[in-house]
Structures are given as C-alpha cells and as structure tokens.
C-alpha cells in the first residue's frame, strides 16, 4: 500500500493506492454514511458495503445530470441527511463527479470520500477536486472544484471491469508516461503484458506513479491556470474525433495522443522515431492509434469548441517522451497544420 498526499490551498486529502476496500471502515467518520454508486458496482460489491443510505444510480453518462442529481437531493433530504453526515462516492468516474457534486453542493458542501473502481478513476477522474455534472450534453458544464477527504484505490477492485474498461483506462496512465515521466514510459513498455493480465505488484506501481503525477500537478496548480494543462495532451484532438464519431474516450485519446506527438515533430520538437514509439506503446495496450476518414473535419469542431475566449488555443506538444510543453497557436496556424498532416 502507498499513501499519496494531495495538498491544495484548503485542504489535505489522501490517496491510498493497494489499500483494500475491505478496509474501507477505518478511514470512515464516525458520521451517518449516505453511499452513492451505480447498479454494476452494487452488483459486484454491495456484500462488502459499509453500513448507510445507498443510492444506487443507473450506470452511464445519462445519470451524470442535474436530474439525477436533483432526484439524489430529494433522497437525501427524505432520509433526513443533515451536514453530520458523510458521503461516500463508489464507483467509476461518472459516479465519483457526481457524488462529489452533490456532497460539495447538498447543504453547502458535506465532507465526502471516493472508492474509486475503475482504472480511469483511480489514475484520473477520482483525483483532483473536480466534480460535476453535464448539462444539455455539454460535458461537465456545471460543477465545483472540490477535493475529497480520502480516495481508496484497490486495483483488485478492477478485475471485475469489462475488459474494454480496463484497456481504455492505459490511455491516460500512457499520458503521464508522455508527459512527464520517460522512466515510467518504459515501465510500461516492458510490462504490458503483465499490466493486461492484472499483475497485483504491476497494477499497483502503475496505479501509484499515475495518482502521484496527477496528485503533483493538481497540487501545483489546482485551477488550471498553467502546469495542469498538460493534463490535456491528446484531448483537444479526442474531443473532436469522440464528438465526430462517437468513439469511446480512451481510445479517442490513444488517436489524439498520436496526433498530437505527429504535431509535435512537424513542429520540430521530436522525431519520427519518437512519435513510433509513443504510437506502439498504444498499440501494445489494445487501443487505436488512426481513424480513417477524419482528418480534416477534427480542426472544424476544435474550431467550433473554441466559441468561448479569442481566436487562439493552447496546444499541449511532446519537446521529448517525458516532457510537455504548451503552446498557444492561432487557429488559423493550427489548420494549416492538421491541413498539412491530413
Ligand atoms: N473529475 C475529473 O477530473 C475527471 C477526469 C476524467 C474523466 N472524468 C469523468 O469520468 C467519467 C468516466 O469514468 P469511467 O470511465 O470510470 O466510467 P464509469 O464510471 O461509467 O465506469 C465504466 C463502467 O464500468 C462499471 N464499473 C465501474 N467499476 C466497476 C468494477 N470495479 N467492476 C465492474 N464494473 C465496474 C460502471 O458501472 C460503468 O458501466 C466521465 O464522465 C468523465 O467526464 C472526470
Ligand atoms: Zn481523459
């Protein structure tokens, strides 16, 4: 087991990757518990529950709303939940943002902790303080940054996730490794296979080095006013190609990734050799690196995503594996060079 520490302006909240959900009692107040999850993770795991008011949601996108959220008020205030009580997000992402939505916005805000059960949760969207719902199928539209007492991450908890689940998740865990980390670039390289067959010693270093990376660079800049947006490498590109073709997150990342690190070498900052490398790891863990027939269309709803703030947009390139930088281009540069790539 390690201990993460996340520490922001107002707050210290712990991280504990290789802790066992079993344990989930001792980092518990001694408060009434209200558990907010969905109905596969009840499913899996509603044995090990510890006692408290579940609220169990449908699984997907469709309960990350503000109805499910205001269905969620009236149960909470027909159980007669006050601000003594805590609340216990269980689940994958879609459940922790909402659970830390409601917890930050019920009453004014109760004190809340994450088990979280998904790859993508436990390297990303448990960590970090941003909670949220979407609004009229604007993702995350309204939403509070917010962070949680404590996140429990037991990757034996993801043995049970579909497999397409599991492989999506190495996106982002690949990201950090881009981004930041070119030791752990190579961890990855040499243990994938050990990683997609659930190796417990594996799972958990994998599993620590992301929450760590994550956890440095919310600490540093929790709002995202500079070192956080790194974080997007690959996702300017992945919002485009999942809007234009529905594809699944994680694997709209590994194709943004790629395009991204091509950017990055026809801007001269990394070599062909680079961007190979960076495209066979994602291809080692079981995700796309092209989509045929989109090219050009991506620069149109990057273009259209950027209605809000000037004419500019903030480019997260590769200057080596293991090192981000940002740079603004105007959007005018930038279609020239997808143009170009295309
Ligand atoms: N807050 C942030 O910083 C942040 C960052 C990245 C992503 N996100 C959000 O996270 C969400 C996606 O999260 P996700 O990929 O975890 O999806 P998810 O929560 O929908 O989980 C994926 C599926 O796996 C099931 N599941 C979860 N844990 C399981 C387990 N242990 N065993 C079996 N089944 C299990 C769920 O019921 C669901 O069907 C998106 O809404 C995204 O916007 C938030
Ligand atoms: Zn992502």
Sequence with gaps: MR?????TSGKTSRILVGE????????????PLVIITDENVAAHYADSFPEGLIISVKAGESSKTLNSASEIYEKLIRNEIDRQ???LGIGGGIVTDLAGYIAST???????????????????????????????????????????DFVICDPEMLNTLEPSEFRMGFAEVIKYGAILDQDFFEFLERNHEQALAHDPGIMEEIVGVSA???????????????????????????????????????????????????????????????????????????????????CT?????????????????SLILLESIGKAII?????????NWIDDLC
């Design 327 to 335: 740079r603004e281009v105007t959007l005018s540069e930038l279609k």
């Design 212 to 294: 760590r990376a994550k956890s440095e660079i919310v600490s540093n800049d929790e709002n995202e006013s500079g070192e956080r947006k790194k974080l997007n490498f690959g996702h300017t590109f992945a919002h485009a190609y999942e809007k234009l073709s529905g594809l699944p997150h994680g694997e709209a990342v590994g194709i943004g990734m790629v395009m991204a690190a091509r950017l990055s070498q026809k801007m001269g900052l990394i070599t062909e050799a680079e961007v190979k490398r960076l495209r066979d790891l994602i291809l080692l863990y079981g995700l796309p690196v092209t989509y045929k027939g989109l």
């Design 20 to 31: 066992t959900f079993r344990n989930i009692s001792t980092y518990l107040p001694d408060k």
């Design 297 to 313: 269309e991506v620069f149109e709803v990057m273009k259209n995503d950027k209605k809000r703030g000037g004419d500019s947009i």
């Design 106 to 148: 019920y009453l004014r805000g109760l004190s809340f902790g994450f088990v979280s059960t998904t790859l993508l949760g436990q390297v990303d969207a448990s960590i970090g303080g941003k909670n949220g719902v979407n609004y009229e199928g604007y993702k995350n539209m309204v939403g509070i940054i917010r962070q949680p």
């Design 85 to 87: 009580s805590f609340i």
């Design 3 to 7: 201990e993460i520490t996340l520490n």
